[in-house]
T-cell receptor, first 113, second 112 residues
Framework: GQQLNQSPQSMFIQEGEDVSMNCTSS?????WLWYKQDPGEGPVLLIA?????ELTSNGRLTAQFGITRKDSFLNISASIPSDVGIYFC?????????????FGQGTTLQVKP | DGGITQSPKYLFRKEGQNVTLSCEQN?????MYWYRQDPGQGLRLIYY???????QKGDIAEGYSVSREKKESFPLTVTSAQKNPTAFYLC???????????FGQGTRLTVV
């Protein structure tokens, strides 16, 4: 099955630094979602984006729905140790009548105190 | 509290045995999904169900089976035909009104 291209695969940063990750596809999507997964737990929804160009914030997190509808970006400002985890992007295609989401491979974030 | 409950959190089985993973939701969601997660990989769809008594294969359905007899429940059976069953299994549900899927806490299955 198709997967989204998510990059980088992993990041190791210093506490206080800003983080940026992105997700791209060769197909257009009408919805982009960003999830965070803590070790050993299920993913938790962080931000949902519903239209091209949309910019949405959730605390220190900001995500954008790309104008081309083929990409999305997630930024984390002033990282803290509890930001550690795996971040997944997910998208839903306009043609989908099943509600299925397509997931990226994830970006593993480690934060050094 | 509303949510999705997977049980058990950890499961150990001998090779060749079938095992059933539980997923229950009280969110009144119509659609439910099972994903498999391996280290360093994304989520791969095993089976999904949009309504009671109906389900479809996902991308990696071989060696798995499901049932959807009740709206709240979507159990997954990992059969002996699954060649590499050790993985982290995630259940999710979704309302028909929106694209957002909500996940359970996962079941880590180890086959020895």
């Amino acid at each position: 099955g198709q997967q989204l291209n998510q990059s980088p695969q992993s990041m190791f940063i210093q506490e206080g630094e800003d983080v940026s990750m992105n997700c791209t596809s060769s197909s257009i999507f009408n919805t982009w979602l960003w999830y965070k997964q803590d070790p050993g737990e299920g993913p938790v929804l962080l931000i949902a984006l519903y239209k091209a160009g949309e910019l949405t914030s959730n605390g220190r997190l900001t995500a954008q729905f790309g104008i081309t509808r083929k990409d999305s970006f997630l930024n984390i400002s002033a990282s803290i140790p509890s930001d550690v985890g795996i971040y997944f992007c997910a998208g839903q295609k306009p043609s989908s009548n099943t509600g299925k989401l397509i997931f990226g491979q994830g970006t593993t974030l480690q934060v050094k105190p | 509290d509303g949510g999705i409950t997977q049980s058990p959190k950890y499961l150990f089985r001998k090779e060749g045995q079938n095992v059933t993973l539980s997923c229950e939701q009280n969110l009144n969601h119509d659609a439910m999904y099972w994903y498999r997660q391996d280290p360093g990989q994304g989520l791969r769809l095993i089976y999904y169900s949009q309504i009671v008594n109906d389900f479809q294969k996902g991308d990696i359905a071989e060696g798995y089976s499901v049932s959807r007899e009740k709206k709240e429940s979507f159990p997954l059976t990992v059969t002996s035909a699954q060649k590499n069953p050790t993985a982290f299994y995630l259940c999710a549900s979704k309302s028909q009104r929106g694209p957002e899927a909500f996940f359970g806490q996962g079941t880590r299955l180890t086959v020895v």
